[in-house]
């Protein structure tokens, strides 16, 4: 876990010193610290799970894929529904030039 300093003083986690402004890997005995989720609830740092985000990057991927294939599916549904009404139109077209045809003769 990571964290980032967003006050204007130094914070000191175990013997790790976090200078304002810097990001710096949280010692692991201090992973869910209670102190340092105070520290983030009242906004002077900002803890980063590495593995969370990567997982959320991961899963939010995931989704925009699903998605896009999805839309090109139903994209691809239209058109071959539009294709098709476009048949069905020029089938009647052509029967109806028959019958006026058929009615000269």
Known sequence: MKVTNNSVKIINIGELSVLPGATEIVPKDFVGNPVLKFLEKRGDIALF??????KEAEEAKA???AE???????EAKAKAEEAKAKAADAAKAK???GNTTQKKA
């Open 63 to 65: 989704r925009a894929e």
């Open 68 to 74: 896009a294939k999805l839309k090109a599916e139903a």
């Open 95 to 97: 029967a109806a030039e």
């Open 49 to 54: 799970d590495e593995e969370a985000a990567a």
